[in-house]
């Protein structure tokens, strides 16, 4: 292996769709944190909307494809159904147009078998505002921002195994709307697709 | 019929850099804990770089200097999990070429294969040459940390690493990567 001379061809790089997931949150202020970064909100699947029976936080494929082709080109369980438990920390920077995700969530599985399985899903990265992130709060109006997170599936069940040993990338846009403001609830709306990576 | 979004949203990668990073022999086998196996792996200062492939002084856009230089520090706490999945997580430092300081702390996700873990605590995965060393794709998330303007666009951005690690007498002894950003 020469160590000193540069590489002068691109990697092979592949990404394969899993499913999707599209969030309402509310942002509690009374909840937010002022911290040298910025304002750190804590959400809970208890703050979203409950009043809207439409819309459970669910896992679901774009197609109601009840598989998806992996990167191994082989057909795989979708990871498809509701959300039991979800909690996540926003901390919307004074400094940059970005605010750090920080989150965990329950999915319970509903499989084309009739079988379930329950799936631990940590996942962290960022939403990118057009400017600072800490004027998203204080806008009135609806703020637009791109959302790219890094989910790390877990789980003991093998049907699964393919998402589980892989790398996954979420891409996708968030907006926050509602009233601005102390004493205002906003929400926060988020749509990501999950793409396995290798 | 749920009532769900019927589209997929837009998504692309855009090339920042590559980056090839030789491990040292100054491996520290924590053993067999909990999560799997530990070990400790850490890089060669000096002769790890940092580079763009197609030579562009910028990446993407004027404004956004192309990252060159050198991993002056960097340590991969790495984990073998017993489903044969190897966990980087990696703390490391570049110096770019024009004086700057990056900080990166990533974790990532390499495949061994069928039998993976029971080898390497078996001690029965001396497996590669330097002619010819065993090859293992390595997927990274990388994200970074600078107070240096010329590269604060790169704390902008969560990205992703495609990479390849390089195993010889059963020790990682060189992973290089093309950095993207998630856009």
């Avoid at chain 1, 592949?14 to 002022?34: T, W």
């Avoid at chain 1, 819309?55 to 082709?69: K, Q």
């Avoid at chain 1, 498809?80 to 995700?101: C, I, N």
Wanted: hydrophobic letters at 40%; glycine letters at 8%; charged letters at 25%.
């Amino acid at each position: 292996m020469d160590s000193q001379s540069d590489r002068k061809q691109f990697l092979a790089k592949g990404m394969a769709y899993a499913c999707s997931y599209d969030p309402v949150l509310r942002l509690e202020f009374d909840h937010a944190i002022v911290c040298p970064e910025g304002v750190r909100m804590t959400l809970g699947s208890q703050s979203r909307r409950k009043d809207d029976e439409m819309a459970p936080l669910r896992f679901f494929h774009v197609l109601d494809a009840l598989s998806v082709t992996g990167l191994d080109q082989r057909e795989h369980d979708c990871p498809v159904g509701p959300v039991r438990f979800a909690e996540e920390s926003l901390l919307f920077r004074r400094d940059a147009p970005v605010a750090h995700v920080q989150g965990r969530l329950t999915l319970h599985t509903e499989l084309a078998s009739g079988r379930t399985a329950n799936i631990d899903v940590k996942y962290q990265g960022l939403l990118r505002f057009r400017s600072l992130a800490i004027q998203a709060l204080e806008q009135d109006g609806a703020v637009e921002a791109s959302a790219f997170l890094i989910p790390e599936f877990e789980t003991m069940d093998t049907r699964f195994r393919w998402l589980t040993a892989r790398r996954c990338l979420a891409f996708g846009t968030c907006s926050i709307s509602g009233a601005s403001g102390n004493t205002g609830v906003r929400w926060l709306s988020t749509h990501l697709d999950v793409y396995t990576a290798g | 019929m749920s009532d769900h979004r019927r589209y997929f949203l837009d998504h692309a990668l855009l090339y920042v850099f590559s980056i090839d990073i030789e491990l040292g022999l100054d491996i520290e086998e924590i053993g067999v804990v909990p999560e799997g196996a530990r070990v400790n792996l850490h890089c060669v200062p000096g002769s790890t770089r940092a580079y763009n492939i197609i030579r562009e002084r910028t990446a993407a856009a004027p404004g956004y200097s192309a990252v060159t230089g050198t991993i002056v520090w960097g340590e991969d706490v790495g984990v073998v999990r017993e489903d044969d999945v190897a966990v980087p997580a990696v703390r490391a430092c570049i110096r770019t070429d024009d004086g700057a300081l990056i900080e990166t702390t990533y974790r990532g996700n390499l495949s061994l294969g069928m039998g993976g873990f029971r080898a390497i605590v078996a001690g029965a995965d001396a497996v590669g040459t330097p002619d010819s060393p065993v090859e293992f794709h390595l997927i990274s998330t990388p994200a970074y940390c600078t107070a240096d303007p010329r590269y604060q666009w790169l704390a902008e951005y969560q990205c992703v690493g495609f990479g390849r690690s390089f195993e010889i007498d059963g020790l990682f002894r060189r992973v290089t990567y093309d950095i993207y950003a998630m856009t």
